[in-house]
């Protein structure tokens, strides 16, 4: 039972170009998240999808676009890279549907560690 | 002012030791609280949920949830150097979870 995989777990870029990052579960959760986690500033939420085809804006969305592609995968993308997203991200995933009091149960995908230069 | 707000520590403990990890949130429409635990360049892993006031306990780890004062804690008994990492407060409300910064813990041998 993989969890949530996530891919790619390293990558460099240029300011300027364009990445996605994947996020597949095998849980048959129905919630799923993005993080970015940063030094001194812990686990920002950028999107989150709260049931297969919704998406919803978190704490950090500027820069970042997302897609539901299914139940299982939920993907983030980069139009235009920048040197402050040079950041560790966090795909997460939860069993419940949104707007339930312990939505807070995550499963986590291992981290990509992205460097814009 | 971050709506879980956590010491980042370090706090350092003898080996054998109780760790106490505090955390303090601001949005009372809260529900849910949970402590996770992230081993250095690792991912974190849930390791408690409480959802009402008091204490939950589970083998040497013990969360403990105050409401009225917005506190929620998280005890760890017989503290071993493999309990060393960041514990991560978080916060669970409508459709998102909020986290802290985290404390680091190193526990002495």
């Known amino acids: 039972n993989a969890g949530v995989t996530q891919t790619p777990k390293f990558q460099v870029l240029k300011t300027g170009q364009s990445m996605t990052l994947q996020c597949a579960q095998d849980?048959?959760?129905?919630?799923m998240y993005w993080y970015r986690q940063d030094p001194g500033m812990g686990l920002r939420l950028i999107y989150y999808s709260a049931s297969e085809g919704t998406t919803d804006k978190g704490e950090v969305p500027n820069g970042y676009n997302v897609s539901r592609l299914n139940k299982r995968e939920f993907s983030l993308r980069l139009e235009s890279a920048a040197p402050s997203q040079t950041s560790v991200y966090f795909c997460?995933?939860?069993?419940?549907?949104?707007?339930?009091?312990?939505?807070?149960?995550?499963?986590f995908g291992e981290g990509s560690r992205l460097t814009v230069l | 002012q971050k709506e879980v707000e956590q010491n980042s520590g370090p706090l350092s403990v003898p080996e054998g030791a109780i760790a106490s990890l505090n955390c303090t949130y601001s949005?009372?429409?809260?529900?849910?609280f949970f402590w996770y635990r992230q081993y250095s360049g690792k991912s974190p892993e849930l390791i408690m949920s409480i959802y009402s006031n008091g204490d939950k306990e589970d083998g040497r780890f013990t969360a403990q949830l105050n409401k009225a004062s917005q506190y929620v804690s998280l005890l760890i008994r017989d503290s071993q150097p493999s309990d060393s990492a960041t514990y991560l407060c978080a916060s669970g409300g409508y459709q998102k979870v909020t986290f802290g910064i985290g404390t680091k813990l190193q526990v002495i041998p």
């Open positions: 949005d009372r429409g809260s529900q849910s």
């Open positions: 849980m048959n959760h129905n919630s």
């Open positions: 997460a995933s939860s069993a419940l549907a949104g707007g339930l009091s312990n939505t807070g149960e995550l499963f």
